[in-house]
């Protein structure tokens, strides 16, 4: 499974669900699915099952922003952390299964509730470990929980900070971010899975009598987030990964480097899918998208997406990371985030941007975003 492509993702989320949807759930069943059927020796393997349990009857009727059951998430990034490993591993996949517990419910967010878990039944599954490994669990979950008032870019400098002796942290914050990207549809298949998006750019940019991308595919309900708001996911991911690249903290473990990568791709997918959808149903003046990706080159070949910028009048994209997705209070963000939705010539732009940011990701080692730190994001 390529864990950036979004049909796989889309057949392992309907396999999971349709065992979340039984009148009973088999977590058996579903901990076959999530490991592929792989097992793990004696007592941990039955800790897992527990746990999957735990996690459907915690969450019960709760949802995802796109309305599929919450505990789906936890469930769905195990699976992908499990398939970056060459075999599996107990305290990983732990951590991975219980990383949003101590976020997701409110009365048990204070610290330490965290290396004393407050309901009876973690306790129990606490309990049945070694010392070691529940001591090593703790360890972990203390540092990938969001601790208020932290920001994101707090949260995330301290958890690398913590997890330099412990780069198994920094595997599961790379598969929920991964989950994250690839749940931004509730499509049944990929649209445009057979447009090759540098193929429009090309016919775009140089022959002057294309007369553009055209599909007979209408115009996907509402029922994904719109673009404004996965660019936000994939801010989220230039942040995440920019940070990791200062602290030089996905070079020493093979499944840090891989998840790392395929965040990267499945960013890129996701950019290409955000510009392809404004080609075929918003923006679709040829000369118009011409002018964009050329004013986009340019801003892009003087450095424009190397630094966080601050705004201007002169350039469109200059402080598009400080005004557009930078604000901590979610309704103001949501507010500016629906302004951009509206400007589909900055969408265009954005899009086409972020992509070559995680392009430059993939090709410069050393590339990230200057101005983007554990304080926060400041224009340079």
């Known amino acids: 499974m390529e864990l950036h492509d979004l049909k796989p993702f889309f057949r392992l989320s309907a396999d999971i669900n349709y ?20 097992k793990l020796p004696g007592e941990k393997h039955s800790i897992l099952e527990e746990t999957v349990a735990y996690l459907v009857d915690i969450y019960h009727n709760r949802r995802r922003h796109l309305g599929a059951q919450a505990c789906i998430h936890p469930l769905r990034a195990t699976a992908l952390l499990a398939r970056a490993m060459p075999e599996p591993q107990f305290l990983d996949l732990m951590a991975v ?62 958890m690398l900070v913590e997890s330099e002796r412990t780069p198994e942290t920094i595997r599961v914050k790379l598969a929920d971010r991964l989950d994250n990207t690839l749940d931004m549809h509730m499509d049944i ?5 057979e447009v090759d998006f540098f193929e429009q750019m090309f016919q775009m940019l140089f022959l002057p009598k294309y007369k553009g991308f055209h599909t007979e595919m209408p115009h996907p309900d509402s029922h994904s987030m719109n673009g404004a708001q996965r660019l936000y996911q994939l801010f989220k991911n ?23 990568d395929h965040l990267i791709h499945a960013s890129i997918k996701e950019a290409q899918r955000i510009a392809l ?33 601050p ?23 949501n507010k500016k985030l629906a302004e951009l939705y509206i400007d589909k010539d900055l969408m265009v732009e954005a899009s086409i941007a972020f992509m070559v940011i995680f392009y430059s990701f993939l090709n410069d080692p050393h590339f990230f975003v200057h101005g983007i730190s554990a304080q926060g994001i400041q224009p340079e």
């Open 238 to 260: 230039i942040t995440l990964i920019s940070l990791i690249r200062q602290k030089e903290a996905a070079g020493h473990d093979a499944i840090v480097r891989k998840l790392f």
């Open 19 to 38: 065992q979340l949807v039984a009148l009973t759930v088999d977590s058996k069943s579903l901990l076959g699915i999530i490991l592929e059927r792989m």
């Open 189 to 193: 298949e990929e649209a445009f899975a």
């Open 311 to 333: 705004p201007t009048v002169e350039q469109r994209l200059d402080g598009l990371l400080v005004s557009r997705f930078n604000d901590p209070n979610k309704p103001s963000r």
């Open 277 to 309: 959808h404004i080609f075929a149903y918003h923006q679709t003046d040829i000369p118009r998208l011409r002018e964009l990706m050329i004013e986009t080159m340019l801003y892009v070949q003087q450095g424009g997406i190397d630094a966080v910028t």
């Open 97 to 158: 299964l219980l990383h949003d517990r101590f976020e997701d419910f409110k009365p048990a967010r204070d610290a330490s509730s965290i290396t004393e878990p407050v309901d009876d039944r973690l306790k129990e599954i606490f309990n049945r470990m070694t010392d070691e490994d529940r001591w090593f669990l703790r360890e972990r979950l203390y540092w990938l929980t969001k601790r208020p008032p932290e920001t994101y870019y707090q949260y995330i400098g301290r």
